[in-house]
């Protein structure tokens, strides 16, 4: 039996791992610090409950079997603003504990922004196997039969259409009474655009921020925007030194390539794409870059290959000799840790995903196969610039596919196969669903997976409007951006203007 399609994409580099170290690498909404939890409403001063309050909600385990009955989906509420007849703002999480994301029920992030602007509710809720929302007390193959996007997808409509609200009315808001704006960035915004794809009449609205809608199995296009805006000289370093990388990884000269590896403290890895994919995990903190300032990691890093003595290198940077030393001093010290991943290890020094795999807390001891999406970070084709070596190409994430799931992949699956699936499902970067606004960053190195693509043929229409600023990835959804970003502040304000129409237009059917 092949079991592969319950694998949802979540359109990360390879697998969310409870025991990987991860140093400034995330992978999709920015967090947002909370300075209190305590509320009240704005209008009348009531004191309402914490925003840490946790609400469940009895969802669905399987969609398609009722029979199989309920578990419990924590949601959190914000209704500072709302006043009845207000729309309900509803944000999925995605793929981390939701608790982490309480912020997005303040005014500090778009959620709230627009809570605030159009008297709304905001309910920030968990996806399906993260945090605490388990359908299962397990990881098992079978349990992680219900993991799929249709099935978080139906979440949506399941909860909005039977949830009561802990607000005024909240047992009067399903859709057809109160309007629903779907919200999300990165992987739930995806998502976002995917629900209101496969149910053009459920949400009166949505906002899909750096929204990486087109599943592609050979991702190359991940580093592009991290090399077009990136210092040049450190561009020009980081380039000398992978062109030097593939050299020596192609002489298939062992002792050469054992002192490479060993330059950058990854001498015990013996796949030589593993030692790839593992330089170029520092390329990724680009991705945690905002204009109000974090995601310093990146730029400590271009510091290191290019302030010598006190002096910044030119645009050419300071040549192979020292950037190839300095790299390797920066993996060797510094805090950064790489992993390179799993290909190296067999399946017997870890603990495959079939057997009993208890879930603990929020911990993860589970590793999510690319096959749906293929989001494989790559490198490009030859003759095009690039930051990462040729030696990273697609069988290397296929290839993991083996280690965390044996009894379902003898061999390593074709993920371009499930990704025109699923974008012939979802739409992909022809989604066709009107009163969706997509909002990205032209330096978001998802930006290629986005509607904002160069090769994407979806223009847009007033309809569903995409907005582009000068943004990172996901940094939109953040109110500081837009205050010091004027591009970023022009998308949040058109996103509510269009919204705002939108709801205006939006009538009851019940």
């Keep these: 039996m092949v079991l592969f399609p319950f694998l949802v994409p979540l359109l990360l580099s390879s697998f969310v791992l409870a025991s990987s170290k991860w140093n400034g690498l995330s992978h999709g909404m920015h967090k947002v610090k909370v300075d209190s939890y305590e509320v009240q409403h704005k209008a009348t001063g009531e004191p309402l409950p914490p925003l840490d309050t946790v609400y469940y909600f009895d969802q669905l385990i399987d969609h398609d079997d009722p029979s199989l ?21 509803l944000m999925n999480a995605g793929e981390e504990d939701a608790s982490a994301y309480i912020g997005y029920l303040t005014v500090s992030t778009i959620t709230g922004y627009l809570a605030e602007m159009l008297n709304g509710s905001v309910v920030l809720l968990e996806h399906r196997f993260f945090g605490q929302s388990n359908p299962y007390p397990d990881l098992t193959t079978e349990s992680l039969r219900v993991l799929t996007l249709q099935q978080a997808i139906d979440d949506h409509e399941y909860f909005i259409e039977n949830v009561q609200l802990p607000i ?19 992987y739930p915004g995806a998502l976002a655009s995917y629900t ?23 991702f190359w296009g991940y580093y592009e925007p991290t090399r077009e805006y990136m210092p040049m000289n450190c561009s020009s370093d980081v ?8 050299e ?42 905002l204009e109000s300032g974090s995601g310093t990691i990146f730029y400590e890093f271009c510091d290191a290959l290019e302030v010598k003595d006190g002096q910044s ?30 290909s190296t290890r ?12 208890p879930i603990t807390g929020t911990g993860r001891g589970i590793g999510f196969c690319v096959t749906s999406s293929g989001s494989g970070k790559t490198a490009p084709p030859q003759g095009t610039p690039t930051l990462v070596s040729r030696f990273a190409q697609p069988e290397r994430w296929e290839r993991q596919c083996t280690y965390f799931f044996p009894e379902v992949f003898s061999s390593p699956p074709d993920t371009s196969l499930a990704a025109a699936r699923t974008n012939q499902q979802y739409g992909g970067w022809n989604v066709s669903t009107a009163r969706l606004v997509f909002a990205n960053g032209v330096r978001d190195p998802w930006r290629e997976a986005t509607v904002a693509a160069n090769a994407s043929p979806n223009a ?6 995409h907005l582009i600023g000068e943004g990172f990835h996901c940094s939109d959804m953040l109110t500081a951006e837009g205050n010091v970003n004027p591009s970023v502040k022009a998308v949040q304000q058109q996103a509510l203007q269009y919204i705002a129409q939108w709801l205006e237009d939006w009538k009851p059917s019940a």
């Design 196 to 218: 209101l794809y496969n149910k053009p009449d459920l949400f009166a609205a949505g906002y899909a921020s750096s929204a990486v809608v087109q599943a592609i199995s050979d």
């Design 313 to 342: 290198a030119g645009p050419g940077g300071w040549g192979l000799d020292h950037a190839l030393a300095a790299w390797g001093d920066y993996y060797q010290n510094s805090d950064f840790l790489v992993d390179p991943g799993v």
């Design 346 to 357: 067999t399946t017997q020094t870890i603990t495959p995903i079939s057997g009993p795999t």
């Design 248 to 289: 020596v990884l192609d002489s298939g000269n062992a002792t050469a390539i054992q002192a490479l590896k060993d330059n950058f403290g990854l001498g015990s890895v013996t796949a030589n794409d593993d030692f790839a994919w593992a330089l170029a995990t520092v390329l990724q903190t680009w991705q945690d870059l």
């Design 168 to 186: 005024p009315g909240g047992d009067q808001v399903g859709p057809d009474k109160a309007p629903w704006v779907l919200f999300g960035g990165s």
């Design 239 to 246: 380039e000398a030194v992978i062109a030097h990388v593939d």
């Design 460 to 465: 847009g229409s007033d309809l569903q409007p």
């Design 69 to 89: 009955g309920t578990f419990q989906q924590r949601y959190w509420v914000s209704w500072d603003y709302y006043q009845p007849g207000g729309p309900i703002l």
